[in-house]
């Protein structure tokens, strides 16, 4: 008959095991905090630097959550001053995350108060709704794209810190440039992808952009009723005929919006591919950034082409 371990043997083995789980269990956690947060190794996205600036780079979600705010701007007509604005006030209110807590009732990404008449939680945690709120209370403000960035978002948010938006003016201003399609190609991502979530396909791509920038982005093409020109996993954006936004024929400017706006929400959309005016965005070369590519077509150099994941 074997001898039984003795009590202290038995209590050191507990924890032992004990302790290898914990030290487990820790590792999944930073992991998980590394991918969520933009950690070393994480996937993001970058905004290249400007005129002597630092290269500005943020998460996945804070570019799907910037792009849209952009969107909406650009399917109201408002200038890049009040996508700068309005990105400043997200980044500090909720750091880009549409977050579902905050100061008293607060929530989502400029963190606005159900209490206060801005919405039902349900509505404010809509990126799409939230940013239109806060531009429809900017667009109240006599010459906001004049006045300083602190005092334009304080009339909007009426914050118990002011001065706090002036901190996040630069990099804002930077992350306008890149989403407006002004610096065209400045932002980039590397490949993400949402742990079990379901592949995407170009009836979602569609939705979303129209949804975002408004139906005119995709017109209707020879009478058919289409939105665009795109089948299967394929979406093609006519960039000439985008809608109004386009200031003085520029058609160019618009193009990277949309390409840019694109690789902002390839995690989310499961993009595959975004090709425009001869450079090609892949998500198996991310990390490459936009590459020269020989365009098919000349038609194809003037159009939006994005390919999902099949």
């Given at each position: ?81 009040a996508v700068t604005i309005a990105l400043a006030t997200a980044m500090q209110e909720s750091g ?97 992808r949402p742990v079990g979530s379901g592949g995407a396909d170009a009836a979602k791509v569609r ?104």
């Amino acid at each position: 008959m074997s001898a039984q371990p003795s009590a202290p043997v038995r209590r050191s083995r507990r924890w032992r095991i004990t302790a290898a789980v914990s030290v487990l269990i820790g590792l999944a956690v930073y992991l998980v905090v590394q991918y969520v947060t933009g950690g070393p190794g994480a996937p993001s996205c970058t905004v290249r630097a400007e005129g002597g600036a630092e290269a500005y780079e943020l998460s996945p979600e804070q570019a799907a959550n910037a792009a849209t705010i952009s969107a909406v701007a650009s399917s109201r007509g408002l200038p890049e001053r009040a996508v700068t604005i309005a990105l400043a006030t997200a980044m500090q209110e909720s750091g880009l995350r549409n977050i579902d807590f905050g100061d008293r009732d607060s929530v989502g990404l400029f963190q606005q108060r159900p209490s206060q008449d801005w919405g039902t939680v349900e509505k404010i945690m809509d990126p799409v709704y939230s940013a239109g709120e806060f531009y429809r209370h900017l667009a109240n403000v006599p010459g906001y794209s004049r006045l300083p960035l602190t005092v334009a978002a304080q009339k909007v948010q009426h914050s118990g810190y002011p001065q706090a938006y002036a901190k996040h003016e630069a990099n804002a201003a930077q992350l306008t440039g890149a989403l407006t399609g002004r610096d065209q190609g400045a932002m980039t991502c590397t490949e993400s992808r949402p742990v079990g979530s379901g592949g995407a396909d170009a009836a979602k791509v569609r939705e979303k952009l129209v949804r975002e920038f408004g139906p005119q982005v995709l017109p209707r093409a020879g009478g058919s009723g289409g939105r665009s020109a795109g089948d299967g996993r394929g979406v093609t954006i006519p960039v000439k005929a985008a809608g109004p936004v386009v200031a003085a024929g520029d058609a160019s400017r618009r193009g990277w919006e949309l390409a840019t706006w694109a690789v902002a929400h390839s995690a989310e959309l499961h993009i595959e591919q975004i090709s425009y005016a001869g450079r090609t965005w892949t998500a198996a070369d991310s990390g490459k950034g936009w590459q020269q590519k020989p365009a098919a077509s000349a038609a194809a150099g003037r159009d939006v082409r994005i390919i999902t994941e099949q």
